[in-house]
């Protein structure tokens, strides 16, 4: 089975920097993905991990330990517009479909 | 814009109905997910399409079935439709990648 944990909200602060964290336990592991989901609409993809080590893409960076079943992702210089909720997923090893945690509602305040 | 269109975007049905709902994936993309996402909770997996045979299926009973046709459209049908059902239905198309591409969804409202 699989199990995904992650804050359920934070608050952080514009143009402050927010590090969001994913502990999993899974059966398999075949790669972890981060979503971002604003109220309302579908998730969009933001990043993809699957060897240890930190990714990078603007403002957003994704880290993963596998031996460690963790992930974070970090924000820098938040901006309003980042509030939303953050979507930790786990890819099954021989599956192909994700499986999501409750996912991490970010409030960012002036 | 993913690519992905679901209909309808919202619907309201009372217990015991049956519903379809429809997505039509991105071109090319021969395989498709169908997620789950009740309010303040994560997607979770229903089942996976895979040129037109289900490839997978999560812990939902089987009034929840699918199809999908050779165009990769797909649809999916809940039958005697329960309180709890209420909820977002969530389509994707998967990419080569492995990226999932998210449709806007399907709000069902069960009363």
């Known amino acids: 089975g699989q199990n995904i944990d992650q804050p359920t909200e934070m608050t952080a602060t514009e143009g402050a920097i927010v590090q969001i964290n994913c502990t999993y336990q899974?059966?398999?592991?075949?790669?972890l993905f981060w979503y971002q989901q604003h109220a309302g609409e579908a998730p969009t993809f933001l990043s993809y991990n699957v060897l240890d080590g930190l990714e990078e893409k603007g403002r957003f960076s994704s880290f993963l330990s596998r031996s460690k079943g963790y992930s974070y992702l970090l924000l820098k210089e938040l901006q309003m517009k980042d509030s939303a909720s953050y979507l930790c997923a786990v890819r099954d090893s021989g599956a192909n479909n994700l499986f999501f945690g409750t996912g991490t509602r970010l409030t960012v305040i002036p | 814009e993913t690519g992905v269109t679901q209909s309808p975007t919202h619907l309201i049905k009372t217990r015991g109905q049956q519903v379809t709902l429809r997505c039509s994936s991105q071109?090319?993309?021969?395989?498709v997910s169908w997620y789950q996402q009740a309010l303040g909770q994560g997607p979770q997996f229903i089942f996976q399409y895979y040129r037109e045979e289900e490839n997978g299926r999560g812990n939902f009973p089987p009034r929840f079935s699918g199809l999908q046709f050779p165009n990769y459209s797909s649809e999916l049908n809940v039958n005697a439709l329960e309180l709890d059902d209420s909820a977002l239905y969530l389509c994707?198309?998967?990419?080569?990648?492995?990226?999932?591409?998210f449709g806007e969804g399907s709000r069902l409202t069960v009363l």
């Open positions: 071109s090319g993309h021969n395989t």
């Open positions: 899974t059966s398999g592991f075949n790669g």
């Open positions: 994707a198309s998967h990419a080569n990648t492995g990226e999932l591409f």
